[in-house]
Each structure stands twice: as structure tokens, then as C-alpha cells.
Nanobody, 115 residues
Framework: QVQLVESGGGLVQAGGSLRLSCTAS????????MGWYRQAPGKQRELVAL???????NYADSVKGRFAISRDNAKNTVSLQMNSLKPEDTAVYYC?????????WGQGTQVTVSS
């Protein structure tokens, strides 16, 4: 089992920045992909950004150029730096890890961007 704990959400004005962090614990060996998803009210959960153990990254088109994902394998953490935030970025953000064929999720952290 892998446990994921997120931190860093909150309320920010449009144009502002937030940094989300996620720490993995438990059976952390062989975690391949780590990333962030988000779910806004009434919408499906969607990928925001991910990074593989080899350093490959992928971003949703809506956040390219504004968000940056980083991973520290030694500390078992993944972070998401969010800049130039927009009201449409408001959602619950979930940390995700893929280990083998198993998906693990954090409890989610609320990000609210006011206009």
C-alpha cells in the first residue's frame, strides 16, 4: 500500500500562485508515475500534470506554461507550482501515484481562485 498526503491548498486571487506538495509513504518502492489530478464541482476528475520516474512530464493543455511539476525521489515527494492562477483552476486537487497496476490517491486539497 502507498499512502499519499497532500498539503498547500487554499484561497488565492486570480493571478496569484500556490504550491501543492504530496508525500508518499508505505510501499514506495517501484512507484512509476506520480502526478496531480483535479475535480471541479459537477465535472469529472482530470489530469493536471504527471511525472515518471525517468523524468518525463506531461501537462494538461489548460495549465501548460503556468504550472510546473517536480519530483524528489529521495524524499518521495511530488510538488505542483501553480502560477497565474485563474478562477477556472478552482477544484479539489488530488495527488496520484501509480505502482505497478495499482493506483493510489491522496485525500485531496481544495484550491479556490477568486476573481
Amino acid at each position: 500500500q502507498v499512502q499519499l498526503v497532500e498539503s498547500g491548498g487554499g484561497l488565492v486571487q486570480a493571478g496569484g500562485s500556490l504550491r501543492l506538495s504530496c508525500t508518499a509513504s508505505g510501499s514506495i518502492c517501484c512507484i512509476n508515475t506520480m502526478g496531480w489530478y483535479r475535480q471541479a464541482p459537477g465535472k469529472q476528475r482530470e489530469l493536471v500534470a504527471l511525472t515518471t520516474s525517468s523524468g518525463i512530464t506531461n501537462y494538461a493543455d489548460s495549465v501548460k506554461g503556468r504550472f510546473a511539476i517536480s519530483r524528489d525521489n529521495a524524499k518521495n515527494t511530488v510538488s505542483l507550482q501553480m502560477n497565474s492562477l485563474k478562477p477556472e483552476d478552482t477544484a479539489v486537487y488530488y495527488c496520484h501515484a501509480l505502482r505497478g497496476f495499482n493506483n493510489y490517491w491522496g485525500q485531496g486539497t481544495q484550491v479556490t481562485v477568486s476573481s
